[in-house]
């Protein structure tokens, strides 16, 4: 078994830098978990402590079941991909793939046996006799990934591995590093800023800002029940929409207002705004739960707003409309077949289902 776990593991830099604070974490047996974050939130700190690359400053990190904080990077069983790949210049591929076992002293036969294989699930086995310098950056990475590989690790940890690929490669090496993963059977922990190879590839997501882990969760729920303002921010591509407003009380109701806007709220949401009644919030709804009422199905005007159309951009399976309602920027990911233009004042469609409301002060999603 390869579990993984950090019980609140602490990094402070020799500089007195707190990069992170108390992180706890479960890594259960054969998931493929990314650590996820804008630059400088910690994430490396926390793999190179995990590898033990890097002191643990308080707390305890266990791999298998066993404590590690004091146990060598070499004897933890783990195989680390990095973002440069680290390959030896000098060698072909099959030697970079087999030094590590080398080292170790694994019989010339074996380490045959592994390379090859290796290279087999990795379709690189036309390139065992060259220099890296005759690949290409795809090919690259994937001896960097054969050379864990042979290793039969316990855990496979990644940092960033894609970043150098351009953004074609990099889509194909995402459901490759699927496949793998999905083939070996193996723990992986894997770190990227990239949302989206977040949400296309972890089993478990695990958000953390300024050193600080904000959410762990399956895509899913990192998706629809983001915990804060940050993580709705961050997951999603055109980011969430934040609209400051206020919850109002009228005719028994419930609605989102501000100057010219007005939104019912869901009765399924009354128990939890109740307190917020009379306070400004952050409202938020993602581009696509909003509408161009035109192709809006039965749209009731307790969900209209008036957006002053900013720039219209056709992406021809969807048209991005950036516009304002009332002060605040949007984007709403719409029908290509809108004729929204520019200048325009249309009327876009809110799916109030499918809302958040942030509170103004914690920034916790209250919904
Ligand atoms: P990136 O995506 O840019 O690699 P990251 O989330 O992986 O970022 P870390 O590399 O873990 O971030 O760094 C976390 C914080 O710790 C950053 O603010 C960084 O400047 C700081 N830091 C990293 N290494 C050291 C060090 N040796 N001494 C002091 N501070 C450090």
């Known amino acids: 078994m390869a579990e993984v776990t950090l019980k609140d593991v602490v990094k402070v830099y020799p500089n007195g830098f707190k990069a992170v604070h108390g992180a706890n974490l479960e890594v259960k047996d054969k998931e493929f978990v990314v650590l996820l974050g804008p630059s400088g939130c910690g994430k490396t700190t926390t793999l190179r402590m995990i590898a033990g690359l890097e002191e643990i400053t308080e707390g305890t990190i266990t791999i298998g079941g066993k404590v590690v904080n004091d146990v060598e990077p070499k004897d933890r069983d783990i195989a680390m991909v990095f973002q440069n790949y680290a390959l030896y210049p000098h060698m072909t591929v099959y030697e970079n793939m087999a030094f590590g076992l080398k080292l170790r002293k694994?019989?010339?036969?074996?380490?045959?046996?592994?390379?090859?294989?290796?290279?087999?699930?990795?379709?690189?086995?036309?390139?065992?006799?060259?220099?890296?310098?005759?690949?290409?950056?795809?090919?690259?990475?994937?001896?960097?990934?054969?050379?864990?590989?042979?290793?039969?690790?316990?855990?496979?940890?990644?940092?960033?591995?894609?970043?150098?690929?351009?953004?074609?490669?990099?889509?194909?090496?995402?459901?490759?590093?699927?496949?793998?993963?999905?083939?070996?059977?193996?723990?992986?922990?894997?770190?990227?800023?990239?949302?989206?190879?977040?949400?296309?590839?972890?089993?478990?997501?695990?958000?953390?800002?300024?050193?600080?882990?904000?959410?762990i969760g399956d895509p899913y729920s990192v998706y629809f029940e983001p915990v804060n303002k940050f993580v709705a921010g961050?997951?999603?591509?055109?980011?969430?929409?934040?609209?400051?407003?206020?919850?109002?009380?009228?005719?028994?109701?419930?609605?989102?207002?501000?100057?010219?806007?007005?939104?019912?709220?869901?009765?399924?949401?009354?128990?939890?705004?109740k307190p917020y009644v009379g306070k400004d919030v952050i409202f938020g709804i993602r581009p696509e739960n909003i509408y161009d009422k035109m192709f809006a199905v039965s749209p009731r005007d307790e969900f209209v707003a008036k957006g002053k159309v900013d720039v219209v951009e056709p992406l021809g399976s969807e048209t991005l409309i950036h516009a304002t309602i009332s002060g605040d920027d949007i984007i709403a990911k719409v029908d290509p077949k809108t004729r929204a233009q520019a200048g325009d004042t249309i009327d876009l469609v809110f799916d109030m289902s499918m809302v958040h409301v942030f509170d103004i002060e914690t920034e916790k999603n209250v919904l």
Do not use: C
């Not at 390139?127 to 310098?133: E, G, I, T």
């Not at 995402?174 to 894997?190: M, P």
């Not at 206020?246 to 609605?255: A, F, P, Y």
């Open 106 to 215: 694994i019989p010339k036969p074996e380490i045959d046996k592994r390379v090859k294989e290796a290279a087999k699930i990795l379709g690189i086995e036309n390139l065992l006799d060259r220099k890296p310098k005759q690949l290409s950056g795809g090919q690259r990475q994937r001896v960097a990934v054969g050379r864990a590989i042979v290793r039969d690790p316990k855990v496979f940890l990644f940092d960033e591995p894609l970043s150098n690929l351009d953004a074609k490669l990099r889509t194909q090496m995402r459901a490759e590093l699927k496949r793998l993963h999905k083939n070996l059977q193996a723990t992986i922990i894997y770190v990227t800023h990239d949302q989206v190879e977040a949400m296309t590839m972890a089993d478990k997501i695990v958000i953390m800002k300024d050193g600080v882990i904000h959410q």
């Open 234 to 273: 961050f997951i999603g591509t055109p980011s969430m929409n934040f609209i400051s407003a206020k919850v109002s009380q009228e005719d028994g109701k419930l609605w989102i207002h501000k100057e010219g806007m007005k939104l019912l709220i869901p009765e399924k949401y009354y128990e939890k705004l």
